[in-house]
């Protein structure tokens, strides 16, 4: 059994969980389910189930996946996802309540159930680009949504610890290490320290104050408190692993915050991540300094 089934499969109705272990599990990459229409196991073996929820069904789905307590979600129903334990994100959809800080999620229509698991040797393409000359290259890696850059990013990290190196990941939503109470359990090498469970610009400050990190990774950089953040670690002479959504240098463009990162230096190189589903990942170097083209 694959680490996310023993923390999903729990959480979900008796008969989906029967359903989805009476199937194909290997290579699954997400479980929908969507009220009113038959839910879905999407990656490398797709299909139908013959399950299909009313409202009611996916509320009870929702208050599993809670463990019960809607409340003590707030912040992330806020923002329309949960982190399960072992890194698992599911992503929602419904009806949102409130403005402002005071939003949330208060009925659920739709669940994107992404299934998190630690691949080693997945970063094996990314290495070679990693290391060079001069040292590790620090680098933005960029994709569209679910080509699978945060499992590439968690195992870079447990090879980069694995060489001796101090790691620490700033993993806001959990997925990065899948800590349960603080405690990782997915794989992410032996000289990784982890803070997770706050906002990730605040993580990696932390971080570089009180960890003393030589490379700091973190996730889906967004916005401008995340770039300013990455600067301030770069100053500080850490190298950066992060990962940004896009899908070319022209979207890396579009993004002011995170494009001013790459003019002040804070990166030595980008890399394109393409995959499609069941599929090995494609990467492509479309930007890299002068100094590092030369070395």
Same mark, same amino acid.
């Given at each position: 059994?694959?680490?996310?089934? &023993?923390? %999903?499969?729990?959480?979900?109705?008796?008969?989906?969980?029967?359903?989805? $272990?009476?199937?194909?599990?290997?290579?699954?990459?997400?479980?929908?389910?969507?009220?009113?229409?038959?839910?879905?196991?999407?990656?490398?073996? +797709?299909?139908?189930?013959?399950?299909?929820?009313?409202?009611? &069904? =996916?509320?009870?789905?929702?208050?599993?996946?809670?463990?019960?307590?809607?409340?003590?979600?707030?912040?992330?129903?806020?923002? =329309?996802?949960?982190?399960?334990?072992?890194?698992?994100? %599911?992503?929602?959809?419904?009806?949102?309540?409130?403005?402002?800080?005071?939003?949330?999620?208060?009925?659920?229509?739709?669940?994107?159930?992404?299934?998190?698991?630690?691949?080693?040797?997945?970063?094996?393409? /990314?290495?070679?680009?990693?290391?060079? +000359?001069?040292?590790?290259?620090?680098?933005?890696?960029?994709?569209?949504?679910?080509?699978?850059?945060?499992?590439?990013?968690?195992?870079?990290?447990?090879?980069?610890?694995?060489?001796?190196?101090?790691?620490?990941?700033?993993?806001?939503?959990?997925?990065?290490?899948?800590?349960?109470?603080? %405690?990782?359990?997915?794989?992410?090498? +032996?000289?990784?320290?982890?803070?997770?469970?706050?906002? #990730?610009?605040?993580?990696?400050?932390?971080?570089?104050?009180?960890?003393?990190?030589?490379? /700091?990774?973190?996730?889906?950089?967004?916005?401008?408190?995340?770039?300013?953040?990455?600067?301030?670690?770069?100053?500080?002479?850490?190298?950066?692993?992060?990962?940004?959504?896009?899908?070319?240098?022209?979207?890396? #463009?579009?993004?002011?915050?995170?494009?001013?990162?790459?003019?002040?230096?804070?990166?030595?190189? %980008?890399? /394109? /991540?393409?995959? $499609?589903?069941?599929?090995?990942?494609?990467?492509?170097?479309?930007?890299?300094?002068?100094?590092?083209?030369?070395?």
């Amino acid at each position: 059994m694959e680490n996310w089934e &023993m923390h %999903v499969l729990p959480l979900l109705p008796a008969q989906l969980a029967k359903e989805l $272990q009476a199937g194909e599990l290997a290579g699954a990459e997400e479980i929908r389910i969507r009220v009113g229409r038959p839910a879905q196991v999407l990656g490398r073996y +797709p299909r139908t189930l013959q399950w299909t929820p009313d409202s009611a &069904m =996916c509320q009870e789905v929702l208050l599993r996946l809670c463990r019960q307590s809607i409340y003590a979600y707030g912040p992330e129903l806020a923002a =329309c996802y949960i982190t399960l334990p072992g890194g698992v994100r %599911v992503g929602l959809s419904g009806r949102i309540a409130g403005t402002g800080e005071e939003a949330r999620l208060v009925s659920a229509t739709g669940f994107n159930i992404r299934l998190a698991r630690a691949i080693p040797g997945c970063a094996d393409p /990314l290495m070679d680009l990693l290391l060079g +000359p001069l040292g590790m290259r620090s680098t933005l890696l960029l994709s569209p949504p679910g080509a699978g850059k945060t499992t590439m990013l968690r195992d870079a990290a447990r090879q980069l610890s694995l060489m001796g190196m101090k790691v620490c990941v700033a993993d806001e939503r959990r997925e990065l290490a899948g800590c349960d109470d603080g %405690v990782p359990t997915l794989d992410i090498g +032996p000289c990784t320290d982890v803070l997770e469970g706050c906002k #990730k610009a605040q993580a990696m400050s932390m971080l570089v104050r009180g960890m003393g990190p030589e490379v /700091l990774v973190t996730d889906e950089l967004a916005g401008q408190a995340d770039a300013d953040a990455v600067m301030e670690a770069a100053g500080c002479g850490v190298r950066i692993l992060a990962s940004a959504h896009g899908d070319g240098w022209e979207d890396l #463009k579009r993004r002011k915050s995170i494009y001013q990162l790459i003019q002040a230096g804070c990166f030595a190189q %980008v890399i /394109l /991540l393409r995959r $499609q589903a069941g599929q090995p990942p494609q990467l492509e170097i479309v930007y890299r300094t002068k100094e590092e083209a030369c070395g």
